[in-house]
């Protein structure tokens, strides 16, 4: 048995934030119902498109294990189909744009009258106040949510980083909120509304850069390069390159071959407590009796010198030599691994993280699958569906709507 079957989740959600949450529950065990517009569905299956007539990966990639149900909330009919859902539903997850679920008629009191122990799981742009009614992109968050500003390097804009912080992070935000709301509804027998804000989730996600930001007002962050540049630091937390985000100084070292390979580097960390074994390795036995290297405190202000002296070590090495090399010695390392070489990880496949699928329009692809695992409830990755596939499943199964009554609602355009 699975950990969340059994749960029913009414899933409005579209492009990315939304659908990595439900997914997520998918993974997990839960009925995953995706409620589409008829003939259009989620945009994404029309954006990016790789495979002419086929669902692109940006959708494929988000909607594993989820039905697809095609409903036009906008006709009468479409309204009724919706009620019948919302009573017979667990969870409702949106991410419209503001105002959109109130607009169809489902406000949050209309919901608690139709079912009182419904959780609506909401993710939006930003939280109550200024902000409230601006709709929202990944971009946006991640500027909003001090992500951006403190990206990227001193003498440069700010930048957004790869790793979809705003919306699958928010995703994962919202997924912890449902399950929490679902765990309080067994013991207060009720609903509640959960929101997960996009400027909150990627605000978390920084938190360390909030931390930074107070430290500023008792001096200079001595862990930031821009200290061992003699560089002043301003009003508020910079952007730190590369640098380590902890107490431990860190970078980006080029290793053999960088100069053809983009991705030939590693990220070093010279940890104080194996800062011997570092000196041992590059070849600066010395540096560990002397005034200037030997404490993390006499380090800091020449942290150019030491990382340029490591990097002088990792340029003769390629950035697997340098963990095998390393690792042994308790010197944290990682090669930074390109998205080519994570597809054909031999370990990430076996995990499960990485997964091919079939897909009768495209054939086969790679995925993402649960990147969290539970020893008691093992995940199969399943493709997504295809726009509509289980209309006619969901509501004669789930709803128990008759043939017929299906056939009058399609002829309506209500399905
Ligand atoms: N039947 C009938 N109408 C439907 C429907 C259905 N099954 N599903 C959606 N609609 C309607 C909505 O009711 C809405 O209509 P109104 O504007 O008339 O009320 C309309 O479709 C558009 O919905 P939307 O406003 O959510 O979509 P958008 O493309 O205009 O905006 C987005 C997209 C993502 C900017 C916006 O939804 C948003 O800000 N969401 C919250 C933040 C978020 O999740 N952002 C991340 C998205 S991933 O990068």
């Not at 909003?144 to 500003?149: I, Q």
């Not at 790869?162 to 919306?167: K, L, R, V, W």
């Not at 079939?358 to 692809?365: C, F, I, S």
Request: charged share 25%; glycine share 10%; net charge negative.
């Amino acid at each position: 048995m699975k950990a969340l079957e059994g749960v029913k989740i009414l899933d409005f959600t579209h492009v990315q934030s939304g659908p990595t949450c439900t997914q997520l529950l998918g993974f997990f065990g839960a009925d995953v119902i995706k409620v589409e517009r008829p003939g259009v569905g989620d945009a994404t299956r029309k954006q990016l498109v790789d495979v002419e007539g086929a669902d692109s990966l940006y959708f494929t990639m988000l909607n594993h294990n989820k039905r697809s149900l095609t409903l036009n909330t906008k006709t009468e009919s479409g309204k009724q189909v919706l009620e019948r859902l919302v009573k017979e539903c667990d969870v409702m997850v949106e991410n419209f744009a503001p105002g959109a679920l109130d607009r169809m008629g489902f406000t949050w009191e209309r919901i608690q009258e139709l079912n009182p122990k419904m959780i609506l799981a909401s993710v939006k742009g930003f939280g109550p106040g200024p902000y409230e009614d601006c709709k929202v992109y990944e971009n946006i968050a991640q500027c909003a949510g001090g992500s951006a500003s403190t990206t990227g390097f001193r003498d440069g804009p700010p930048l957004v980083t790869g790793a979809q912080i705003g919306d699958s992070g928010t995703g994962l935000h919202l997924a912890l909120g449902i399950v929490t709301a679902l765990y309080h509804r067994e013991k207060s027998g009720r609903g509640q509304k959960v929101l997960a804000p996009m400027q909150d989730g990627v605000l978390n996600l920084s938190r360390v850069k909030l931390r930074d930001q107070q430290r500023l007002q008792a001096g200079p962050l001595k862990e930031y390069s821009q200290y061992g540049e003699g560089i002043e630091f301003g009003e508020a937390t910079p952007r730190a390159g590369n640098d380590s985000g902890g107490g431990q100084p860190g970078r980006i070292l080029k290793c053999l071959g960088w100069e053809n390979d983009p991705d030939s580097y590693t990220y070093f960390i010279t940890q104080a407590a194996v800062w011997e074994n570092i000196c041992d390795v590059i070849g600066k036995p010395e540096w560990k009796e002397h005034e200037d290297f030997k404490t993390p405190a006499a380090r800091l202000p020449r942290l150019n010198q030491v990382f340029s002296t490591i990097e002088e070590w990792t340029m003769t090495k390629t950035k697997y030599e340098v963990m095998d090399i390393c690792n042994p010695l308790n010197i944290p390392v990682g090669p930074i691994l390109s998205m080519k070489e994570l597809a054909e990880e031999p370990s990430l496949r076996e995990t499960g993280t990485i997964v091919e699928v079939d897909h009768p329009e495209r054939g086969k692809y790679l995925t993402v699958g649960c990147p969290v695992k539970l020893s008691d409830s093992p995940v199969n990755v399943e493709r997504s569906p295809l726009l509509g596939e289980h209309t006619d499943e969901v509501l004669s199964d789930v709803l128990g709507y008759s043939a017929a009554e299906v056939a009058a609602m399609r002829e309506e355009g209500a399905v």
